[in-house]
């Protein structure tokens, strides 16, 4: 098994839609590939698929509360951000990406990827509906994200999606996110062992 991503970080951040059994195939990827993987879950997505999913495939804790503490008792919100080497929001709903364009923190998931700000890149697949993708409004906080520095996109690829119609939407698949998230860890050394 190729562990091309051994010493790197990944804070995985899932934000609720149907996409977040690819998100829970992604952490099983990543752990495969030799990444640690950090999981912070926002309110919506814990509906969706359950803490204890990716807490089983990380071997780690998973975060779902802006309350709750991590093993130092530090800002999680913080200090899991500064460890990590790649933030990816997967799957990254509307309002998720409506939040960080325009900079709001209402849980724990946008507060973190505020913070990543300057301090890892973070990869972003959007997963809605082709009518929600294709509003104005989405398609211009999505424009914005492509303009930040150190935020990428992949997706969404065309398919057939939850509600049953086919069309742009549809969270890219875990294996192109893993090799997209390989392509930007492996353009520099873990933090961890570049004493960053």
């Known amino acids: 098994m190729d562990k091309s991503l051994d010493g790197y970080e990944v804070l995985l951040c899932v934000s609720g839609g149907i996409a977040c059994y690819k ?3 992604l952490a099983s990827k990543l752990v495969q590939a030799g990444a640690g993987v950090t999981v912070a879950m926002t309110p919506a997505a814990v509906e969706f698929v359950q803490p204890l999913t990716f807490g089983s495939l990380t071997r780690r804790a998973v975060f779902t509360s802006m309350w709750q503490s991590t093993e130092n008792h530090d800002s999680g ?6 460890r990590a080497d790649l933030t990816i929001l997967a799957p990254a709903t509307a309002n998720t990406i409506a939040k960080l364009a325009h ?3 209402d849980n724990l998931v946008s507060t973190m990827l505020l913070a990543t700000a ?3 890149d973070v990869l972003v697949a959007p997963a809605m509906n082709s009518r929600m993708f294709a509003h104005p409004a989405v398609q ?3 424009e914005t994200l492509a303009s930040m520095p150190g935020v990428h996109l992949i997706g969404p690829a065309e398919g057939r999606l939850a509600c049953g119609t086919t069309g742009p939407g549809r969270m890219c698949e875990p294996a192109d996110i893993l090799a997209r998230a390989t392509e930007l860890l492996l353009r520099h050394a873990p933090k961890r062992l570049s004493g960053v």
């Open 23 to 25: 998100a829970a195939d």
């Open 77 to 82: 919100h913080i200090s899991l951000t500064e």
């Open 103 to 105: 900079g709001l923190a």
């Open 118 to 120: 300057g301090s890892c």
């Open 140 to 142: 211009t906080n999505i």
